[in-house]
C-alpha cells in the first residue's frame, strides 16, 4: 500500500476520511431543519440549533440537542434528517462513518423503539447505495437513563445484529450522571459479542476514563481528551490499543480549552495513542469535518501523512468485519496516493 508523501500540501475537501463519533440529532442543516418546520428562520436556526463558540460546559452545549431530536419523531423525518446526513458525509469525502443516535429519544410521534431502528437502518441502506458512502448505526444510551431504558437500548443492537446497526454507546452528561445503572447493559453487550463505545474523559477527567474502562470495558472512548491529564492511563491506552474518537471543536466549545491549539490532540497523537478526527455534533458545533482538518493543519502542522494514519487507526478500530476493513484500507491508500488529495 502506498504511503503518502510527508509534507506536500494538500487538497483536504478531496482527503479520504473516516468518522466514528457523529450523532445523527446534532447534525441537522438548516436545509433540512427548515423543511421540517418551514417556521425556522436562518435566525431562528442559528440561535437555536447552533451553540455559542463558547459555553458554559457540556449540559450547556447539550440544550442545543434538544431541537434536533424534537424534530425527528416520524419516519419521514427520521428519514430525510438521514438523507441529510449523507449528504454532509459526501461534502467532506467521507468513504466511512458510524453514525450514532439514542433511539429511546424518538418516541414522541408513537412509533416504537423496534421501528424508530427499522426505519433509520433501512434509510441507511438505501444511503449507503445512493451515495456510495459506507455507513453504520450505533445506539446510545443516555446517561440519565434508567437500567431499563438502557437494556431496552443495548437489547435493540442485538435484534438488529448483522444489519447496518453495529454497536451500542452512552452519551450525554457525564458530570451530571453516574454509569452505575448502565454497567448491566454493557454487560450484556459483552456478553452478546456487540460492539463498545463509551463517551468519557471529557466533562470529567482521567479518574472518569478509568472507571469506564473498569466497569463497561469499551474498545474506544469517545472523546477520552482528558486522559492526557494522567500518564499512565495515556500509557495503558497505548498498550491496550483503546482508540480514542477526538472531536477536537467541540472539546473547545463546551470550555475544556480556552482556543484549539491548547487541545491536547496532537500531544496524544505524538505520543502514540490510536486516534481519528470527528466533528462529534456538526450543526450544534457549527463544523464539518473538512475544517476540523483545516485547524489540525493550521493548529500543529498535521500532514497528509498524519490524517492518513488517523483513518488508518479509525478504520482498525471501527465496528466492522476483516474483510470491509480490508477494502477501506486499500481505498484510503489509493485516495490518499491520488495527486488531487496530496
Ligand atoms: N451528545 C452529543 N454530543 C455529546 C457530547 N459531546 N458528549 C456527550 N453527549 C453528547
Ligand atoms: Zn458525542
Known sequence: MTVPAKNKPMNIKHLPKVE????????????????????????????????????????DFLTRA???????????????VIEDMFRQLAASNLVYAEVRFAPLQHLDGGLTSFEVVDIANKAFERCIHQFKI?????????????TDQSMETVK??????????????IAADEAGFPIDPHIAAFKYARENGIFITAHAG????????????????????????????????????????????ICPSCNVQINLYNSF??????????????????TD???????????????????????????????????????????????????LGEQFSLPNAL
Open 156 to 169: 435493540l443492537v442485538e435484534q438488529f445484529r448483522g444489519t447496518n446497526v453495529v454497536g451500542f454507546d
Open 20 to 59: 466514528l463519533h457523529l450523532h445523527l440529532d446534532c447534525g441537522l442543516s438548516y436545509e433540512v431543519v427548515s423543511r421540517l418546520n418551514p417556521a425556522v428562520t436562518r435566525e431562528i436556526y442559528q440561535e437555536e440549533f447552533v451553540a455559542p463558540a463558547k459555553c458554559l460546559n457540556l449540559a
Open 281 to 331: 455534533a456538526p450543526a450544534i458545533v457549527d463544523t464539518t469535518l473538512n475544517r476540523e482538518y483545516q485547524l489540525l493543519v493550521d493548529n500543529f502542522g498535521w500532514t497528509a501523512t498524519d490524517f492518513y494514519t488517523c483513518n488508518v487507526n479509525a478504520v482498525k478500530a471501527a465496528f466492522i468485519s476483516a474483510e470491509l476493513k480490508e477494502k477501506l484500507l486499500q481505498k
Open 66 to 80: 434538544v431541537k434536533g431530536y424534537k424534530l425527528m419523531q416520524t419516519a419521514e423525518a427520521l428519514t430525510l
Open 134 to 146: 459506507e455507513a453504520r448505526l450505533i445506539l446510545c444510551t443516555l446517561r440519565h437513563y434508567s
Open 261 to 278: 491549539t491548547d487541545h491536547p490532540i496532537n500531544e496524544l497523537y505524538r505520543a502514540g495513542v490510536s486516534l481519528n478526527v470527528n
Open 202 to 245: 471529557e466533562a470529567r477527567g482521567a479518574e472518569s476514563v478509568w472507571e469506564t474502562l473498569e466497569h463497561l470495558r469499551p474498545t474506544r472512548i469517545g472523546h477520552g481528551v482528558r486522559s492526557i491529564e494522567d500518564p499512565l492511563l495515556v500509557n495503558y491506552l497505548i498498550a491496550q490499543n483503546i482508540h480514542l474518537e
